[in-house]
C-alpha cells in the first residue's frame, strides 16, 4: 500500500503566492510520473500539471507561467509552487503517483482558495 500527505493548502489574496506539497509513503517500488489536479465547485477534475520521472514537464494552459511542479524521486515528493494566483485558481487540489508495478494513488485533496 501507498499513502500520500499533502500539505500546503489554505487561503490567500488574488496575486498572492503558495507552495502545496506532497510526500508519499509505503510500499514504492519505482515512482513514474507525479502529477496536480484540481477540481472546483460545479467543474470537472481537471489536470494542472505533470512531471515525469525524467523531468519533463507539461502544465494546464490557465496556469502556464504562473505554476511550477517539481518532483523529488529521493524524497517521494511533488511540490507545486503557485504564484500570481487568480480567483479561478479557487479549488480543491489533488496530488497524484503513478507508481511502476502498482498504479495509480491520489491524495485526499486540499482546498485552495484565492480571494479578490
Known amino acids: 500500500q501507498v499513502q500520500l500527505v499533502e500539505s500546503g493548502g489554505g487561503l490567500v489574496q488574488a496575486g498572492g503566492s503558495l507552495s502545496l506539497s506532497c510526500a508519499a509513503s509505503?510500499?514504492?517500488?519505482?515512482?513514474?510520473?507525479m502529477s496536480w489536479y484540481r477540481q472546483a465547485p460545479g467543474k470537472q477534475r481537471e489536470l494542472v500539471a505533470a512531471?515525469?520521472?525524467?523531468?519533463?514537464?507539461n502544465y494546464a494552459d490557465s496556469v502556464k507561467g504562473r505554476f511550477t511542479i517539481s518532483g523529488d524521486n529521493a524524497k517521494n515528493t511533488v511540490y507545486l509552487q503557485m504564484n500570481s494566483l487568480k480567483p479561478e485558481d479557487t479549488a480543491v487540489y489533488y496530488c497524484?503517483?503513478?507508481?511502476?508495478?502498482?498504479?495509480?494513488?491520489w491524495g485526499q485533496g486540499m482546498q485552495v482558495t484565492v480571494s479578490s
Open positions: 497524484t503517483f503513478h507508481i511502476y508495478l502498482s498504479g495509480d494513488y
Open positions: 509505503g510500499n514504492i517500488f519505482r515512482i513514474n510520473a
Open positions: 512531471v515525469t520521472r525524467g523531468g519533463s514537464t
